[in-house]
């Protein structure tokens, strides 16, 4: 059976129950009945491979089934697991679209902007004061007493510093999206900018080369990819605004609020996790030969979480 035909065999099934919910009271005795049929659904539509959006959709229903009658909330622990194993891969790949316009508006602006500052130096000063040029330079010095640090901080506060500093520009990243998703976008872009100049200044001396890309090469993986999911499910909010087709502008808010929690989740630990590299690994006085391998390894990771996680048979997508 085709999802078409699916939806509108059970349609006035997941109608009746959402009017019986919205009363509470006056429906429960019905909503057993009820219930093992719509579970019976969410099942089916797993199994059968229909839209994330349609399965996400029946699996809240069910919860609030669920919460109605047993006064506890279906979630469980493993909720948000599954929600990175399955869900979150899933999602992003049904985006693929806005990936693609977020992944131009990082990477050309930095590969432009790098290859001007690249084939001239002097470039670079359009795009940064020569005081943070200075400061970026003297970070990734052979002198630095910690790489890519400014001051003499340890690990630990440095961990809580980049926690700050990359989960805050991934939520405003996320949370400017609701303007139109243009915001989002241009967040995205002045990210892109400013890696594209620092890459290329630091990248012209060989002082400093081996020093910045052996710093950043496996951190990066994560928070870059951080950062690109926070544009993606910015943009998404935006656009469900700004073209909410047949649904209320309310309704299609919440619709993609749903449907972009796991995004916004990934992005946020994603960003934890560069964090963590970045306090504890990146600094340390390792060959740059390890951290190279040790960046290969991570970047291989999220190309391959994305691209086959989620996939394989059994793996029910959740709310």
Known sequence: MKQAQFEAAYGALWSEIDTLLAKRAEG????????????????????????????????????????????????RPTVLLQWLRADL???VRAEWKLLLLVLLCLLGPAIAIGTLVWHDAHN??????????????????????????GGSEGDLQMFGHYIWNNVSIGFRTFASGIFGGVPALLSVLFNGMKMGVVAAWLSLDPATRTNFWSFVVTHSSFELTGLVLSGVAGVRLGMALVKPGRLSRRRALQEASVQMYPVVAGAALLTVLAAFFEAFWSASSLAPAVKYSVGAVCWAMVFLFFGFAGREKGVHATR
């Open 89 to 91: 891969p899933r999602r």
């Open 28 to 75: 429960r005795e019905a909503l057993p009945e009820q219930y093992r049929r719509l579970c019976q659904c969410l099942a089916l539509a797993s199994q059968r491979g229909y839209s994330p959006q349609l399965v996400s959709y029946l699996h809240g229903l069910v919860a609030r089934c669920h919460h109605a009658l047993y006064g506890v909330a279906a979630e």
């Open 124 to 149: 670079a000063f359009m795009f940064a004061s020569p005081e943070e040029l200075t400061r970026m330079h003297q970070m990734y010095s052979p002198s630095s007493v910690k790489t890519g640090r």
